[in-house]
């Protein structure tokens, strides 16, 4: 079945630095979707994309779609505390199933 | 508008029993899917329902069942319960599939 992999699993950074988190397909992908989810809590839709190539930008967080639409990355510039949680990404399957990657657990030291 | 609610939020049973946890998704919303999560897995997809049709099931046992009602609410059923069932189970309900999932709070299951 579908799988996407997630790199890396954990991630500690010193706030103020930059943080990026990678998902990858070994098929092409027709969207992919981003969650957050702060520690203790459900996780909650961030962004979906769906073309090639695609950027899209909340405040620091960056997302981007591969070219070729196997990969997207997130990244969070100049972190900050309440960036704290692990982000997701998930594909919709066919079949009306939903993908979710491992996540990306990011610690942020202040 | 009122968000998804899961009840109950916190369950401990014992190994053999059954549970049923129950999911009231966003007005309006008519996709309910569910979601097994464990430190060890992560997000597992359970079922989606679609006016009261079950569309998909992930790979679990049988004994993890469920259903959705004419008003959207969606239960899930979890019989002879095993060690290895606790964990956190989400659900996420849309306006149709293909739209933006929102999840409620879950409901911590603890099995002994």
């Known amino acids: 079945g579908q799988q996407v992999m997630q790199i890396p699993q954990y991630q500690h950074v010193q706030e103020g630095e930059d943080f990026t988190t990678y998902c990858n397909s070994s098929?092409?992908?027709?969207?992919i979707q981003w969650y957050k989810q702060r520690p203790g809590g459900h996780p909650v839709f961030l962004i979906q994309?769906?073309?090639?190539?695609e950027v899209k930008k909340q405040k620091r967080l960056t997302f981007q779609f591969g070219e070729a639409k196997k990969n997207s990355s997130l990244h969070i510039t100049a972190t900050q505390t309440t960036d704290v949680g692990t982000y997701f990404c998930?594909?919709?399957?066919?079949?009306?199933?939903?993908?979710f990657g491992a996540g990306t657990r990011l610690f942020v030291k202040a | 508008k009122a968000g998804v609610t899961q009840t109950p939020r916190y369950l401990i049973k014992t190994r053999g029993q059954q549970v049923t946890l129950s999911c009231s998704p966003i007005?309006?919303?008519?996709?309910v899917s569910w979601y097994q999560q464990t430190p060890g897995q992560g997000l597992q997809f359970l079922f989606e329902?679609?006016?009261?049709?079950?569309?998909n099931k992930g790979n679990f046992p049988g004994r993890f069942s469920g259903r959705q009602f004419s008003n959207s609410r969606s239960e899930m059923n979890v019989s002879t319960l095993e060690l290895g069932d606790s964990a956190l189970y989400l659900c996420?309900?849309?306006?149709?599939?293909?739209?933006?999932?929102?999840f409620g709070p879950g409901t911590r299951l603890l099995v002994l």
């Open positions: 998930a594909v919709l399957g066919g079949g009306f199933k939903t993908i």
């Open positions: 098929t092409t992908l027709s969207n």
């Open positions: 996420a309900s849309s306006i149709t599939y293909e739209e933006t999932q929102y």
């Open positions: 994309l769906v073309k090639s190539g």
């Open positions: 007005s309006g919303h008519r996709s």
């Open positions: 329902y679609f006016s009261e049709t079950q569309r």
